[in-house]
């Protein structure tokens, strides 16, 4: 059999960086692509140094882990141990569900390719074969995230929102809506529907006070000229109420903690829910998917 080092540099570093890129939408991670594609060719250079020097020293547990860490500290830079063993698990779960397929369908298609050297497998497969089986990986993880996202009780998908508008801010619990996929129809920016009494502290009560005015047009000219730019009207079908409008209010930004951890958004907007959301008072607003992902390809910054 007749091995190419650049082919198989080529297919590693393709293989690495689907599986990179995979880690990061599923952690919700910004990464750069040229750190992805850095993180990618060390791991790849990794790979050729196991099959061309076959050394202990490289195939060993301990030597493979600090590969795994020096892979995401590159693509991800985290910030604390807790958010780097995070990445580890997916990075591990991505890596052996794309290395899975990839090696069910090489078997499938042309098992007298497969050769192993030093712990590494070695082929002259195609190219292709390697995508085919990032691809399909990747819908089975993003099948079986969304399958454990389904399954996620009411507590688990509570969350604390703070919000800030100029030296004030507010924290409230709000829970995540799946349905929920709100958003202005003009900027289409996400919008988050919090009770209007708990917004007091961040609302002008110029606003908290007039709103059915506002929605009818009675008052809105008369507004201060920074608060009108951050003013506008969303229109809903949902809670209890078809063909619906609310006031949409833009704050400075928001923090979500998830699990620990503040993410920041400065693009949404808090559209003012005049009644209550629920009775019990365990939340107090409802935040959509595309909130709390960010729209995924935003993640990953060009």
Do not use: H, W
């Not at 910004?30 to 850095?38: M, N, P, V």
């Not at 590159?74 to 698990?89: E, G, H, R, S, Y």
């Not at 390697?130 to 089975?140: D, M, N, R």
């Not at 507004?223 to 209010?249: A, H, Q, T, W, Y």
């Amino acid at each position: 059999m007749t091995l190419y080092i650049d082919v198989i540099l080529l297919e590693n570093i393709i293989m690495n960086y689907i599986i990179i890129l995979t880690t990061a939408m599923v952690c919700k991670i910004e990464a750069k692509q040229i750190r992805i594609i850095l993180s990618s060719l060390l791991g790849a250079v990794y790979a050729i140094m196991l099959y061309i020097l076959q050394l202990k020293i490289y195939t060993n547990q301990i030597s493979k882990m600090l590969l795994s860490v020096a892979m995401l500290y590159i693509a991800f830079q985290p910030k604390t141990l807790k958010i780097l063993l995070k990445q580890l698990v997916i990075f591990y779960l991505t890596s052996f569900c794309f290395g899975g397929t990839a090696y069910y369908l090489l078997y499938e298609i042309s098992p007298n390719l497969i050769k192993t050297t030093n712990g590494v497998l070695i082929g002259t497969y195609p190219i292709k074969i390697a995508i085919l089986g990032g691809i399909l990986g990747f819908f089975i993880l993003n099948i079986s995230f969304k399958v454990i996202k389904n399954k996620l009780s009411k507590k688990d998908m509570l969350y604390e929102v703070q919000i800030f508008y100029k030296n004030n801010q507010a924290k409230i619990k709000v829970i995540l809506d799946t349905g929920n996929l709100l958003t202005d129809p003009i900027t289409n920016t996400p919008v988050l529907i919090i009770e209007a009494q708990k917004l007091e502290a961040i609302i002008p009560q110029d606003i908290l006070k007039n709103i059915d005015k506002i929605l009818n047009n009675q008052v809105f000219s008369n507004l201060d000229e920074e608060v009108k730019r951050r003013c506008s009207i969303i229109p809903f079908s949902s809670l209890g109420k078809n063909n619906g409008m609310m006031i949409g209010f833009r704050p400075d930004y928001i923090k979500i903690n998830t699990q620990g951890e503040e993410e920041i958004r400065e693009k949404v907007i808090i559209g003012i829910y005049q009644n209550k959301i629920t009775k019990n008072g365990v939340y107090s607003g409802l935040m959509g998917l595309n909130l709390l992902n960010n729209e995924f390809e935003s993640k990953v910054m060009q």
